[in-house]
């Protein structure tokens, strides 16, 4: 089975500065789908970034980008020029990559959350 | 569009009562999920909903817990005989269709509080 794990139960970042949150997963899996969403106050989770595990390329969304070292089966996320209203609970997921007929669901995998707090 | 929307956002409930939430996904989304968030916990699934095909059960963590989808749009979770443990928040999500490439949109949940 897989897991995702996130080690940084809180982190805090100054305004305009730049924050790395990490996450690791396991698998067995060659083919998956990585993610972070964002959940603020509201509890809506929004999708923040995607990696897909076949690029060896980082996935990069504005002020947000990931490394992703598939070997290491790590997935951090650094957050550049940090604003206040990134404040949130950050989630790291898992989608396997599987047909959903061939048996696989496609659920998200998620870690336990990062709560980060920006502070001005 | 509107996006996916919950009912009630919040619910107080006795233990040993029965609670239905409501989930409506976006409109033309085929494929629609469940996640319950426990307190200091990741949001753990429970079940998934696919156009016309039998939906996965399989994080459904005990009989009390079920869910229909009507109509192939607006699903319910019914949870039987609450007990204190399922106190959380329930999300939905819906997407497209079950592709690898789909993108899961989430509803601001139901928090479910089991006095």
């Known amino acids: 089975a897989q897991t995702v794990t996130q080690s940084q139960p809180e982190m805090s970042v100054q305004e305009a500065e730049t924050v790395t949150l990490s996450c690791t997963y396991d698998t067995s899996e060659s083919d998956y789908y990585l993610f972070w969403y964002k959940q603020p106050p509201s509890r809506q989770m929004i999708l923040v970034i995607r990696q897909e595990a076949y690029k060896q390329q980082n996935a990069t969304e504005n002020r947000f980008s990931v490394n992703f070292q598939k070997a290491a089966k790590s997935f951090s996320l650094k957050i550049s020029d940090s604003q206040l209203g990134d404040a949130a609970m950050y989630f790291c997921a898992y989608r396997s990559a599987k047909h959903f007929y061939g048996g696989a669901t496609n659920k998200l995998i998620f870690g336990t959350g990062t709560l980060l707090a920006v502070q001005p | 569009g509107a996006g996916v929307s919950q009912s009630p956002s919040n619910k107080v409930t006795e233990k040993g009562k029965d609670v239905e939430l409501r989930c409506d996904p976006i409109s033309g989304h085929t494929a629609l999920y469940w996640y319950r968030q426990s307190l200091g916990q990741g949001l753990e699934f429970l079940i998934y909903?696919?156009?016309?095909?039998?939906?996965?059960k399989s994080g459904l963590p005990s009989d009390r817990f079920s869910a229909e989808r009507t109509g192939g749009s607006v699903s319910t979770l019914t949870i039987q005989r609450t007990q204190q443990e399922d106190s959380a928040v329930y999300l939905c999500?819906?997407?497209?269709?079950?592709?690898?490439?789909?993108?899961?949109?989430f509803g601001p949940g139901t928090r479910l509080l089991v006095l």
């Open positions: 909903f696919q156009g016309n095909s039998a939906p996965d």
């Open positions: 999500a819906s997407s497209l269709g079950w592709g690898v490439q789909e993108t899961q949109y």
